[in-house]
């Protein structure tokens, strides 16, 4: 059991700057950085800090870690399982020729419907998991 927790630990603490570099260069994307400041790495560090900082600051003030799964789960996990589908068969079938898509098109409306369904469920369970704190 002990190998077991030590191993669990290693590969949480070598898998975090993996996904915090998806984060950082997500971040750097949405506040829309040129091309030249994506490859300073003065700029990449200050970014680096100033998340890092942000997630600290976060994880000191959460207590409750079922919050955050319970949270991240309604809203990122609907997302994941009905809206994203829906958003990318909408996005195929509208990138298709109209001989190709003829039979899909009928599909769509029900996709869309899905993906609002999916957004009305992580929207009461994201009020759900905020409340839980309340």
């Known amino acids: 059991m002990s190998i077991s927790r030590v191993a669990v630990a290693v590969s949480i603490v070598f898998s975090y700057p993996l996904a915090f570099a998806g984060l950082r260069d997500g971040a750097v994307d949405i506040l829309g950085a040129s091309a030249e400041k994506k490859a300073d790495n003065g700029y990449l560090n200050k970014m680096t800090a100033v998340l890092l900082g942000g997630i600290t600051a976060l994880a000191w003030k959460v207590k409750d870690l079922a919050f955050v ?3 991240g789960g309604a809203t990122l996990g609907n997302a994941l399982i009905y809206v994203y589908p829906a958003l ?3 996005s195929a079938v509208k990138n ?3 001989k190709a898509s003829k039979g899909l098109k009928r599909e769509v409306p029900f996709a869309l419907f899905s993906a609002a369904l999916g957004i009305v469920m992580g929207g009461i369970g994201a009020t759900m998991a905020v409340k839980s704190i309340l």
């Open 69 to 71: 799964l319970s949270f």
């Open 96 to 98: 298709m020729g109209d």
């Open 88 to 90: 990318m068969f909408h």
